[in-house]
């Protein structure tokens, strides 16, 4: 049964969490406001009309699309960042629940790692590997 301490502990994180989605989708909202913005002025500002040769428009307008697929890749990079934290801040939480019910953090999390079927075969081939090198220095395996 958790106590009241531990209890609170979890309210508070939940709390935190909840806080830090609202500001990672405001954040997201105006990035994407930013993105939209930048890219109208841009477009109004590639016109100079003036006297340009066809070279530096091509030039200009290679820097453009640049710019606009780092643009692509950054705002990626920092949605899946914040995505990243969300999911961490949401883990954070559902450890503290285990151990509030009077589970072990560090073996819940390795059961649930070892649950995988890929990850129980994983950890055969290592051990038997193991276990030869052992075989090989002349030491007997547990």
């Known amino acids: 049964m958790p106590t009241k301490d531990e209890e609170e502990q979890v309210r508070k994180m939940a709390k935190k969490l909840k806080k830090k989605r609202r500001e990672a989708a405001a954040a997201a909202a105006e990035a994407e406001e930013a993105s939209t913005g930048k890219k109208k002025k841009k477009n109004r500002d590639s016109d100079d009309g003036g006297d340009v040769s066809a070279s530096d428009r091509k030039v200009k307008r290679s820097d453009n699309e ?77």
């Open 66 to 142: 640049a710019g606009k697929g780092l643009k692509h890749f950054v705002d990626s990079y920092n949605g899946l960042k914040a995505q990243k934290d969300d999911i961490s801040a949401e883990i954070t939480v559902v450890m503290a629940e285990a151990k509030a019910a009077g589970y072990a953090p560090k073996a819940v999390k390795e059961a649930a790692k070892l649950s995988l079927d890929s990850e129980l075969e994983k950890k055969k081939e290592f051990d038997d590997l193991v276990g030869s090198y052992l075989s090989m220095l002349g030491v007997k395996p547990r």
